[in-house]
C-alpha cells in the first residue's frame, strides 16, 4: 500500500509544479501611462543633457560640452562641411569655436523617445562674442537636431547638428 501512495503523492508534486510553470504574469492595468510616463522621464533627461551642454557653451568649457557627448559622438556646428567624432575631436572644435561664438539660445520645436534614444529637432541662435571681428556674422541661427542615448541612468550626446541659414530667413523665424 505504501507504493500506490507514493506514487499519488509524487503525481500531486509533479502537477503543481506543472500549474505554477504556465502562470501568466498580469497585464499592466494602463500601458498607455506607462507609454507617457516613459516618454516624460526620457525627454526630461535629454533636455537637461542639453541644457547643461548649452551652460558649458556660455562658460566656453569646451571639456564639460565634450564629456557630455558618446565616446563616437559626432558635432557639426554652423560652417562646418563635415561633422566630427569623439571626445578629443568636439572638445579642440569647440575651444576654437567658443572663443568666437556667444551664449547659445535653443528652443525644442519637436522630440520624440524610443528604446535608449530620444530625437530632437529645434531652433537655435547666438552672435558673437563681444569683442570680436567684425568679420563675424553679427547673428547665427538655424535648426538643430540632436540624437541622444540613455546610458544607465545618464543622457548623453550621441549626435549634435546645428544647420545654419541665410540671415534674411532667420530674423523671420527666430524664436
Request: charged letters at 20%; a neutral charge; proline letters at 7%.
Amino acid at each position: 500500500m505504501r507504493i500506490p501512495l507514493l506514487k499519488v503523492v509524487l503525481l500531486l508534486c509533479f502537477a503543481a509544479t506543472s500549474a505554477a510553470a504556465q502562470v501568466l504574469p498580469i497585464p499592466r492595468e494602463d500601458p498607455q501611462a506607462d507609454r507617457r510616463r516613459f516618454r516624460a522621464e526620457s525627454l526630461r533627461g535629454a533636455q537637461e543633457a542639453l541644457i547643461r551642454w548649452t551652460a558649458a557653451w556660455a562658460g566656453q568649457d569646451a571639456r564639460a560640452a565634450a564629456a557630455l557627448h558618446t565616446e563616437a559622438g559626432h558635432l557639426l556646428l554652423p560652417g562646418q562641411t563635415a561633422p566630427v567624432q569623439g571626445a578629443r575631436a568636439i572638445e579642440q572644435t569647440l575651444s576654437a569655436y567658443l572663443a568666437q561664438a556667444g551664449p547659445l539660445s535653443i528652443s525644442l520645436v519637436d522630440a520624440e523617445a524610443g528604446g535608449n534614444l530620444v530625437y530632437m529637432y529645434g531652433r537655435y541662435y547666438y552672435e558673437p562674442r563681444p569683442g570680436v571681428s567684425d568679420a563675424a556674422p553679427p547673428l547665427t541661427t538655424g535648426s538643430y537636431v540632436a540624437i541622444l542615448q540613455q546610458r544607465g541612468r545618464d543622457w548623453r550626446i550621441r549626435s549634435l547638428f546645428f544647420l545654419a541659414e541665410p540671415i534674411g530667413e532667420a530674423v523671420e523665424s527666430l524664436p
